[in-house]
């Protein structure tokens, strides 16, 4: 069966520390001052009733991603075990990706084609796991093939209570946020 | 004598560094470095890891010491992870070792030995060769010792680095080395535990969170405080905290990070700590909710002494005597108390790390410590595991000289093992109780970690030969006579850390790659100082790996196989009383001491008391509050242009209503002001936000620097050094209290 990768972000156990940006930034020579990923901290409620939520974000990895439909090149696909990719050869920059997208993970990289986060496929393909998911320090980070239902992040889905970011946009994200 | 004002020169120093440019937005900055040159290769599948070579070795960007995989492609150091054989990080390294790349290859590093020369001009600093630098260092040294006495000689260090050069002042026969760690840090915490449990907690503390079913955090911010160990045992006890098997209390001015995910976060009023523990003692000793003790009988009968001359200290300590005091209800203080006392022994009172807090820091652990006795955690799972040291010999070297006058505050507090380094900086002013003339400063940023910046300035000028060794020209080396570039961690071998955790290992960092520019390791630098200064007989190895060498021999390793892995695991055996573990006190009841008989025979209050409420902010000030970033340590990696790029460490907390009352706007710059009146140089970010107390402001460790030479880090934020005009010292051993400024926001 074919694979469907994912991840599942515990957000109770996210102190927020932006190790995997860190990781991500190194393993993925992303050029500075450009991540692939971000942190998002919100604080509701007045003092002192309050309450937090950490998230580590990144591409959503759609299963409907609108990126790929409005690319006019094809740079813009969906490889194996459903991971979205820009092929750089083929991007011309032209942004209707970055426009496209709800959850804002894209840029420009500096020699001209759009980036983003690629799961880290050249790991996965050796059989690792995304840089993200292996430094994480508080282990909050889960990824893996949600076709199969005994991985982690199946049976994750199955226990725990999740989210995910903006569904109304019918996009059907492959980031999922654990509360 | 004309008055040599130093502070000039940071201005004109710039040798071998082109054009100054520097800027407030990341636009401006020199932020598309990037060691591969970011993105040359297209294919998204592109990583290196086929050709990667892996060195084990260890990090010393903070000093825990985990162990690091370096991976070097081209001779050029790819990525760090971490060493998943390593018992502190077990594989993940904290953002900032994960960074650590951004230091090694930080384009404004140190790169040649300088000497400050006077010329027609004025002061200025020239590139020199080594042997002149060392010759000069060592020819300054001899002489002051001659002239001042061996005592004139002062080092402030930290780290690995630094140990060599503390040997070298030792071996000159100074008594005056001093580290930040302990006065500034950790130090009154290690004093209050030795009294107590005659053993001090050191780094990593043996504290067992992943097992513990109620945590309770005193201004300890795990999460934003980053050593890897405590985090990732943290992370285990919250997940058990989801399942319902563990609580935890967060008791802290500001909504940290810990305090969202707590059971019950206590904004406690800055300062009102022992009015708090104090309480929970009182509950704890006198209360029996369930009718039975909420203490651990059995243990404080078998292994406390002076359970009786606390009950009667503690007796008026209520919680509703508490309140008004700390600002925590009765009832939340009874609930904490409760469930710590339903709970034991498997709870924990956590110790935190920095405890220079205000004037009163050993008494304040002690209760912290007398508390944890009570619930009988020493040695039980989820509080403290006990675990005996590794043994490695020493190296050996000839016995240090005595210096038959003694350190610089001797006599002053009754335990002062060493100096504190304030004191360092007061005798350098003062020439009290004798001229310190000479200063070497190796692995500490002492105008960013020592308070009262200006008073620190001042003694650099006064001093007759300020050596600086660094790696980044950070704004004390504007002020030495010469500069010194060390080798970054990645680079150099330093001498081995023998680690005391729940298993016990060695490890040691080596040279990942080449040292870059003309830097050379801090144990060499020492060992050619020492040289030339005569003292030989204390510096005899050939080099750091022969040391090394030495010292694994003893113990039956061998330094070749621990390059190999980075890591060799040591014997432990167990570490919980229930596990066979034999609990001893080295106290001098041989009992772990609820009352203190050797604070009492100095005079000091045996059990701790309430000795008044603290200072409140006078009309339009607050409480001064800083902390740490995950991305930061100390003040030594703000120039990091990885980590800075996702976090400029320019904010400053403020409350939501405060905010309102003097019209601060979030997201606006302000200078702060400190309580003589004196404005921050630079300005930082308002975040307005509800998670921290009207009376309080909040910011991060390490920022505000003032050399230009640090491209990227000059200008942001504000420093607590710089900010912080009033101190209260510990009058058991000297710690320097941090936590008694007062900011007002310049609107």
């Not at chain 2, 825990?64 to 993940?92: E, F, M, Y």
């Not at chain 2, 107590?196 to 992943?210: C, F, H, N, V």
């Not at chain 2, 030989?536 to 080099?543: A, R, T």
């Amino acid at each position: 069966m074919a694979k469907r990768y994912a991840m599942v972000i515990d957000t109770t156990l996210c102190v927020g520390c932006k190790d995997c940006l860190m990781a991500c930034q190194t393993e993925n020579n992303v050029p500075l001052p450009f991540f692939r990923e971000w942190l998002v901290y919100l604080t509701t409620g007045e003092y002192p009733d309050l309450h937090r939520t950490i998230r580590s974000e990144r591409c959503h990895h759609c299963d409907r991603p609108p990126c790929v439909g409005v690319c006019p090149t094809g740079a813009s696909h969906v490889d194996s075990g459903g991971i979205v990719l820009v092929d750089p050869g083929k991007c011309t920059g032209c942004k209707a990706c970055i426009a496209a997208c709800p959850y804002n993970a894209r840029f420009v990289h500096p020699e001209g084609y759009v980036d983003k986060c690629t799961f880290c496929i050249h790991r996965i393909e050796k059989g690792l796991k995304p840089a993200c998911v292996d430094v994480c320090p508080t282990r909050c980070l889960h990824f893996g093939d949600l076709n199969d239902p005994s991985s982690e992040v199946s049976r994750l889905l199955k226990s725990r209570r999740w989210e995910n970011l903006i569904p109304e946009a019918g996009t059907k994200p492959q980031l999922y946020f654990l509360y | 004598m004309k008055k040599i004002t130093r502070r000039e020169f940071i201005k004109i120093s710039s040798i071998g560094t082109a054009g100054l440019s520097f800027g407030f937005g990341l636009s401006d900055c020199d932020m598309s470095w990037n060691v591969f040159g970011g993105g040359s290769k297209l294919d998204p599948r592109f990583g290196y890891g086929v050709d990667a070579k892996v060195v084990p070795t260890s990090c010393q960007i903070c000093y825990w010491g985990c162990g690091v995989h370096a991976h070097v492609v081209d001779g050029k150091i790819w990525k760090l992870t971490g060493n998943p054989d390593d018992p502190l990080c077990a594989g993940r390294l904290c953002p900032r070792g994960t960074a650590g790349i951004g230091m090694i290859y930080d384009p404004d590093r140190l790169k040649t030995p300088l000497k400050r020369v006077t010329g027609k001009k004025g002061q200025d600093f020239v590139s020199v060769s080594w042997e002149e630098a060392l010759g000069d260092a060592a020819g300054r040294l001899s002489e002051i010792s001659d002239k001042y006495g061996s005592e004139s000689i002062a080092v402030i260090t930290h780290g690995k680095p630094g140990h060599f050069f503390e040997h070298l002042v030792r071996a000159a026969g100074s008594p005056n080395y001093s580290f930040p760690s302990f006065s500034l840090c950790r130090g009154a915490r290690d004093v209050a535990y030795y009294l107590t449990y005659g053993k001090e907690l050191g780094s990593p503390e043996p504290t067992d969170m992943e097992n513990s079913r109620v945590l309770v955090l005193l201004g300890y911010h795990l999460g934003e405080n980053m050593h890897t160990t405590q985090v990732r045992e943290f992370a285990r006890f919250l997940e058990r905290a989801n399942e319902g098997k563990a609580k935890l209390v967060v008791v802290d001015p500001r909504f940290s990070v810990a305090a969202g995910k707590a059971w019950k976060w206590l904004p406690i009023r800055p300062n009102t700590d022992m009015a708090f523990l104090l309480a929970l003692i009182n509950v704890i000793l006198n209360e029996r909710p369930d009718g039975r003790a909420l203490y651990d009988e059995k243990y404080v009968n078998d292994y406390t002494a002076g359970l009786e001359g606390l009950k009667e200290t503690v007796a008026s300590y209520t919680p509703e005597w508490a309140y008004p005091i700390c600002g925590i209800s009765p009832e939340d203080i009874r609930e904490v108390a409760y469930e710590l006392g339903r709970n034991n022994p498997n709870v924990l009172v956590h110790p935190g790390r920095f405890s220079s807090w205000d004037g009163n820091n050993v008494q304040r652990i002690r209760a912290n410590a007398i508390l944890n006795a009570l619930l009988g955690v020493w040695g039980r799972r989820g509080g403290f595991f006990v675990a005996d040291k590794p043994y490695i010999p020493k190296y050996p070297v000839p016995s240090y000289p005595v210096s038959e006058i003694g350190q610089c505050d001797k006599g002053e507090y009754p335990i002062g093992p060493i100096p504190s380094v304030k004191n360092i900086v007061r005798s350098i002013l003062t020439e009290k109780p004798y001229p310190i003339k000479a200063l070497i400063v190796c692995g500490a940023n002492i105008l960013e970690c020592i308070p009262q910046k200006e008073e620190t300035i001042k003694a650099l000028d006064k001093l007759d030969f300020f050596l600086a060794v660094d790696v980044l020209p950070v704004e004390q080396t504007g002020y030495a006579d010469i500069v010194l570039p060390d080798c970054t961690y990645l680079e150099r071998m330093d001498e081995i850390s023998v680690k005391n955790f729940k298993q016990n290992f060695v490890t040691v960092n080596q040279p990942v790659v080449e040292p870059m520019y003309d830097s050379r390791p801090a144990w060499w630098i020492a060992r050619e100082i020492g040289r030339r200064m005569g003292l030989d007989e204390y510096f005899e190895w050939k080099d750091i790996e022969e040391y090394n060498n030495i010292r694994l021999g003893g113990a039956g390793l061998s330094l070749t196989e621990l390059k190999k892995t980075g890591i060799i695991p040591l014997g432990t055996g167990p570490i919980y009383l229930e596990d066979g573990k034999n609990l001893e006190f080295s106290t001098p009841s041989g009992k772990i001491e609820l009352s203190s008989s050797t604070l009492s025979s100095f005079g000091q209050y045996p059990v701790p008391v309430f000795t008044g409420e603290p200072e409140r902010p006078k009309q339009g000030y607050f409480h001064l509050s800083f902390g740490r970033s995950p991305l930061q340590s100390f003040s030594r990696t703000q120039n990091n242009r990885i980590s800075l790029a996702v976090e400029g460490g320019d904010k400053f907390w403020i409350n939501v209503d405060a905010a309102r009352n003097i019209g601060v706007i979030d997201g606006r710059k302000y200078k702060l002001m400190d309580a003589e009146g004196k404005e921050s140089p630079f300005t930082a970010e308002a975040k307005v936000t509800w998670g921290i107390r009207p009376d309080t402001i909040y910011f991060t460790h390490g920022f505000g620097h003032e050399d230009k030479r640090l491209k990227v880090a000059f200008g942001r934020g504000v420093s607590d050094s710089k900010l912080i005009t009033e101190i209260k010292t510990d009058p058991i051993m000297g710690a320097t209290g941090l936590r008694g400024g007062f900011v007002k926001v310049v609107v």
